[in-house]
């Protein structure tokens, strides 16, 4: 991550402006959160879940131990 996105996010946790998981996770650049962390009534939430569940590929399962 660059200096100038983790210095953003450090301003906006200081001001005490949630920041989004997304954006916390490293997945998307800085992003405010404007539901104040309520993901499940999030919008933009719902379609990142959309689109990584029908674009990532499932790891294989682990066999188990015998």
Do not use: Y
């Not at 005490?16 to 962390?37: D, F, H, M, N, Q």
């Not at 933009?44 to 674009?55: G, K, L």
């Amino acid at each position: 991550m660059n200096n100038t996105k983790r210095t953003k996010r450090d301003q906006e946790r200081k001001a005490g402006v949630p920041i989004c998981i997304w954006s916390e996770a490293g997945v998307i650049s800085s992003r405010s959160c404007t539901r104040r962390l309520d993901c499940e009534r999030c919008l933009f939430d719902q379609n990142m879940m959309d689109f990584f569940a029908s674009n990532v590929t499932p790891l294989p399962a682990v066999p188990h131990a015998a």
